[in-house]
């Protein structure tokens, strides 16, 4: 049960309120951000919540329980509130959000509606809808193993138990020519095989991506072509630094030649597969030329 501040609740309690909504936002990487649908700037808990920032809630949906509703945020962009950039490079996949409404005469007035993480952002133009999703989203998840051939470990993790800081799997590139936003052209992978970073990730070290991360799906032209899953972040340039680190496509085979980790396989590469299941004997299988059953 949510209890309502005395003071809030005195304000509600008045012929007319003076309401509005704010938005607490905190990055994975630690920035911290407040915007407010009020149209002046509000302050509370030592963060300034902007009312340029353009930010408009939509309906939001609760219920009982563990159910999964949400609700949308909207706004447009602005060089002192949401970059598009900023949302374009992922800086704010997964941010935590804190909703308050706020009486804006006297901010210590306030009530916290309701915390969410922002999951699918949409763009039309120069404005943006985010949607919030509830925490509960994350029991929707698939926890836990699945057995299957390849393994199910992250390459470098505990569970691996695979060094790859070292030279031998990772080493710093440098942008020589941005090709489209799903292609980068590079140098200083010359050193490695063909498509070794394959399934590999890069973190940029340098430019307006500095901090970012990208997958790769594949390696290309003597090393120095990488592609993406998805667009790089906004912004990149050549001249930017990454490092790369090295690729692993989950196959016991890779694990052992590629890696010399087979021990730490975490897959079951002789597990049968389905069509064993539909297997059955007959009497023209034979052993030492005979059946073997007669």
Same mark, same amino acid.
């Given at each position: 049960?949510?209890?309502?501040?005395?003071?809030?609740?005195?304000?509600?309690?008045?012929?007319?309120?003076?309401?509005?909504?704010?938005?607490?936002?905190?990055? =994975?990487?630690?920035? &911290?951000? /407040?915007?407010?649908?009020?149209?002046? @700037?509000? *302050?509370? $808990?030592?963060?300034?919540?902007? #009312?340029?920032?353009?930010?408009?809630?939509?309906?939001?949906?609760?219920?009982?329980?563990?159910?999964?509703?949400?609700?949308?945020?909207?706004?447009?962009?602005?060089?002192?509130?949401?970059?598009?950039?900023?949302?374009?490079?992922?800086?704010?996949?997964?941010?935590?959000?804190?909703?308050?409404?706020?009486?804006?005469?006297?901010?210590?007035?306030?009530?916290?509606?309701?915390?969410?993480?922002?999951?699918?952002?949409?763009?039309?133009?120069?404005?943006?809808?985010?949607?919030?999703?509830?925490?509960?989203?994350?029991?929707?998840?698939?926890?836990?193993?699945?057995?299957?051939? =390849?393994?199910?470990? &992250?390459? /470098?993790?505990?569970?691996?138990?695979? @060094?790859? *800081?070292? $030279?031998?799997?990772?080493?710093? #590139?440098?942008?020589?020519?941005?090709?489209?936003?799903?292609?980068?052209?590079?140098?200083?992978?010359?050193?490695?095989?063909?498509?070794?970073?394959?399934?590999?990730?890069?973190?940029?070290?340098?430019?307006?991506?500095?901090?970012?991360?990208?997958?790769?799906?594949?390696?290309?032209?003597?090393?120095?072509?990488?592609?993406?899953?998805?667009?790089?972040?906004?912004?990149?340039?050549?001249?930017?630094?990454?490092?790369?680190?090295?690729?692993?496509?989950?196959?016991?085979?890779?694990?052992?030649?590629?890696?010399?980790?087979?021990?730490?396989?975490?897959?079951?590469?002789?597990?049968?597969?389905?069509?064993?299941?539909?297997?059955?004997?007959?009497?023209?299988?034979?052993?030492?030329?005979?059946?073997?059953?007669?």
């Amino acid at each position: 049960m949510r209890t309502i501040p005395s003071g809030l609740q005195a304000h509600l309690d008045g012929e007319v309120t003076t309401l509005c909504h704010a938005w607490r936002v905190t990055r =994975r990487d630690g920035v &911290v951000m /407040g915007f407010t649908d009020h149209d002046r @700037d509000l *302050s509370f $808990s030592g963060l300034a919540y902007l #009312a340029a920032s353009g930010f408009e809630a939509s309906e939001a949906e609760d219920g009982n329980g563990l159910s999964a509703e949400g609700g949308d945020v909207s706004g447009g962009f602005s060089a002192d509130a949401v970059r598009a950039e900023d949302l374009s490079a992922g800086r704010y996949d997964g941010a935590k959000v804190e909703v308050y409404t706020v009486n804006w005469q006297d901010s210590s007035q306030r009530l916290l509606l309701r915390t969410a993480e922002l999951g699918e952002v949409r763009r039309e133009g120069g404005l943006f809808r985010v949607e919030l999703r509830r925490l509960t989203h994350r029991l929707d998840q698939v926890h836990g193993r699945i057995y299957g051939h =390849r393994c199910d470990a &992250v390459l /470098g993790d505990s569970r691996c138990g695979k @060094d790859v *800081s070292t $030279s031998a799997f990772r080493a710093t #590139a440098t942008v020589i020519a941005v090709l489209d936003d799903m292609r980068l052209r590079v140098s200083g992978l010359s050193g490695f095989s063909d498509r070794f970073f394959r399934y590999g990730v890069l973190t940029f070290t340098s430019g307006a991506a500095e901090g970012l991360t990208a997958d790769i799906e594949d390696q290309r032209k003597a090393g120095g072509e990488l592609t993406f899953w998805q667009p790089v972040p906004a912004g990149v340039a050549v001249g930017d630094t990454m490092l790369v680190t090295a690729g692993c496509d989950k196959r016991f085979s890779t694990c052992k030649a590629k890696f010399a980790n087979a021990l730490n396989f975490r897959g079951f590469p002789h597990m049968p597969g389905s069509d064993f299941t539909y297997g059955y004997a007959d009497g023209e299988t034979v052993h030492d030329g005979r059946p073997l059953y007669e």
